[in-house]
């Protein structure tokens, strides 16, 4: 088992974001786990950083956590208010980052002793 980790302190602007998903492709290219795409792994954590960065409170801390045939991308931030699936719209131009984990994976939140919450998705062997 193999853990990666990454801090963000402050807001992130789009080269950020890049250097996050070329960080987490090579991550997961070096830990890769048997049926689990690494492009699902990519879209997964950019969706959990980004939204911890637009609706959490900073810092923001990411762990990827291997196993035999499952990967978990854990996102934490110190909102103690938990993401919520938002009412279907066709029309709305964001809202679908959870329906997005959800349909890589399975996701769920847990609340953090010290105060705020991480925001988990695993994504398993297909």
Not at 58 to 64: A, F, G, H, K, N
Request: aromatic content about 4%; some cysteine; overall charge neutral.
């Amino acid at each position: 088992m193999s853990i990666g980790r990454q801090h963000f302190p402050s807001p992130m602007d789009e080269s950020a974001y890049r250097a996050l998903r070329l960080w987490t492709r090579g991550w997961a290219l070096a830990h890769p786990v048997d049926g689990v795409d690494v492009d699902d792994i990519t879209l997964a954590t950019v969706e959990l950083v980004s939204n911890a960065m637009r609706h959490g409170a900073r810092p923001v801390d990411l762990e990827l956590q291997d196993g035999p045939s499952t990967l978990r991308v854990s996102v934490g931030d110190r909102s103690e208010v938990s993401p919520r699936l938002p009412e279907p719209n066709a029309m709305a131009t964001g809202g679908r980052g959870l329906m997005i984990l959800g349909a890589l994976g399975r996701w769920g939140v847990n609340r953090r002793p010290t105060g705020g919450k991480t925001v988990w998705c695993e994504l398993a062997s297909r």
